[in-house]
């Protein structure tokens, strides 16, 4: 093995894979052996076998769906917010120098520790866990954004200039073609955290969702159920990230080449 | 009247963190004439860039001012075009994107913008690489963009600022000869910093050289070789006589250079 020599495809799927398959005979082992106890953890064949039964009939598929449109909804509604915002943070110092302190302290503020609150607010409706996604995200996304958007090459900005660019068309033709893979890459990144809270917004007060599933299952013991719920959230999160990729691989052909 | 008015121009750069103020330019005056190509010869460190960034409007004068056409120069703008020593075209447009880049600005119709776009990749040899990204172009490539994307625009005055400073000879030999034969045609007033005497004789009407930092032009040696120019004139008696004149003249401010650092 050399530093930062890369590996055929074929090869680094096979390796990607092989960890799995480690993993998977590991917690086999581990559990098939009677090391551990099936109270505490189902072996794989167990947690398969809970998934399908979740699936066929506890309707399981209609919590996944829910999780997702609330995930969905509640990045949305951040992005929405945080895109514009973050942009003319980093294009233009006053703006940044109004909102950065305050969104730089809200950005620490534990979106988990808002649920009580937000039932308050909002009850335990739809409302409160798209709040919960969005105040977890949308902060994150605001600064980021800022940071990539004012580290601009300066040098483009000054080609721009002398080529007769105004302000607004520095922002509309520089700044932002020159930020926009950047900001893919942070959606990406924070869509992959408001999996997190959302799970969470389901724990408590909710009556639907992956997050309710396993919350159900820990009071009947059914460590298999609560398993294969982490691990169909795990998938989610994998697919949406190929996604995401495949997305930004397809708009952003000049950044790769 | 002079196209482009360089009057006791000269930038003092704050001291970073309570340091000394570093003094990059020491009042300076340039004429210009119109369809005039000055090249600027100077040490590194002498301010050539500082002093091109001046006439670009990237930079304000701390004293003096800067006239084109009669009219201050206040702040960047489409009538003075410039070609950066580092590639800066967009990376996320196209060759014939970038090109069109200040005709868009301009509010210029899509199918004119088209067929000027088209003849400028021709007369920079581009033709073929119209839908390249920048990423895919040499670097000889990227900067024959970069002045096609500047003179599209039809700037009153073209700033060049060691456009080819980061090439390799042979190419450096081909880019010089390639933007004469532009120049020839189109007779643009031009404004060329360079390090390399040979090249500031060659492409230059006139060679202005600066001082050692911190720099003023302190000489301006007119360049009487007939153009069209070949890359044969390089080896000319003329061209030898002019280049040992400049040598003398540089080297003195390369030995200030050495004792400074010293
Ligand atoms: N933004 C800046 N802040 C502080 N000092 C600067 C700045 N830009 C340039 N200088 C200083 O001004 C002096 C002249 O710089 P300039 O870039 O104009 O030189 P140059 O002749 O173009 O050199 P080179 O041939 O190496 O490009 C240098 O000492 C440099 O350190
Ligand atoms: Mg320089």
Redesign the pocket.
């Known amino acids: 093995m050399r530093p930062l020599v890369p590996i055929p495809g074929p090869r680094r799927v096979l390796l990607g894979i092989s960890f799995f398959v480690l993993f998977f005979a590991a917690w086999a082992a581990a559990t098939f052996s009677g090391l551990v106890s099936p109270t505490f953890l189902a072996d794989p064949v167990t947690m398969l076998m809970d998934g399908f039964t979740l699936i066929t009939r506890f309707g399981f598929l209609g919590d996944i769906g829910i999780t997702i449109w609330r995930v969905l909804g509640g990045f949305i509604l951040a992005a929405i917010v945080a895109v514009p915002l973050g942009i003319a943070m980093g294009a233009y110092k006053p703006v940044e120098a109004f909102f950065e302190p305050f969104v730089s302290f809200a950005r620490y503020l534990p979106a988990s520790a808002f649920v009580p609150l937000l039932i308050l607010w909002a009850g335990v409706g739809e409302v409160q866990k798209l709040l919960v996604i969005f105040i977890g995200s949308v902060f994150q996304i605001i600064l980021m954004i800022a940071v990539t958007v004012g580290a601009t090459r300066r040098d483009l900005v000054e080609a721009a200039v002398t080529l007769g660019a105004k302000p607004s068309g520095v922002v509309r033709r520089v700044l932002i073609p020159a930020a926009a893979p950047g900001i893919a890459e942070i959606l990406r990144l924070v869509l992959g955290w408001a999996w997190t809270y959302v799970i969470v917004a389901e724990l408590i007060g909710s009556s639907s969702g992956i997050g309710h599933m396993i919350i159900e299952s820990q009071t009947l013991m059914a460590t298999g159920q609560m398993i294969f719920g982490i691990i169909v959230i795990g998938m989610i999160g994998l697919v949406s990230d190929f996604l995401f990729k495949a997305i930004n691989r397809v708009m952003f052909p000049w950044s790769l080449a | 009247m002079s196209k482009l008015v360089v009057e006791q121009v000269s930038r003092i750069?704050p001291g970073?963190a309570g340091g000394e103020p570093?003094r990059?330019?020491e009042p300076t005056d340039l004429l210009v004439g119109d369809a005039d190509f000055v090249t600027i010869l100077?040490?590194?460190?002498?301010?050539?860039?500082?002093?091109l960034r001046i006439v670009g409007g990237l930079e304000t004068p701390t004293t003096g001012r800067v006239l084109l056409d009669g009219r201050p120069v206040t702040g960047p703008g489409a009538e003075r075009g410039m070609v950066f020593?580092s590639y800066t075209l967009f990376p996320w447009l196209t060759v014939a994107d970038n090109i069109a880049f200040g005709l868009v600005e301009k509010g210029m119709p899509a199918n004119e913008r088209r067929s000027i776009v088209e003849e400028w990749i021709g007369q920079v040899g581009l033709k073929g690489f119209a839908h390249h990204y920048p990423k895919m172009l040499s670097g000889g490539m990227q900067q024959r963009t970069a002045i096609a994307r500047a003179l599209a625009n039809e700037p009153k005055i073209l700033l060049l600022?060691?456009p080819f400073g980061a090439l390799d000879n042979q190419t450096r030999a081909l880019m010089q000869e390639l933007l004469l034969s532009v120049w020839e045609i189109h007779k643009k007033t031009v404004l060329f910093?360079t390090?390399d005497i040979e090249e500031a004789i060659f492409m230059g009407n006139r060679v202005a050289v600066?001082t050692a930092?911190?720099?003023r032009i302190k000489s301006v040696t007119p360049v009487d070789l007939p153009h069209p120019r070949h890359y044969t004139m390089k080896t000319s008696p003329e061209f030898s006589a002019l280049k040992a004149h400049l040598v003398e003249e540089i080297r003195a401010e390369s030995i200030k250079v050495a004792e400074q650092v010293a």
């Open positions: 750069f970073v570093t990059a330019l100077g040490p590194s460190g002498c301010g050539k860039s500082t002093l020593q600022d060691e910093v390090h600066m930092r911190p720099g």
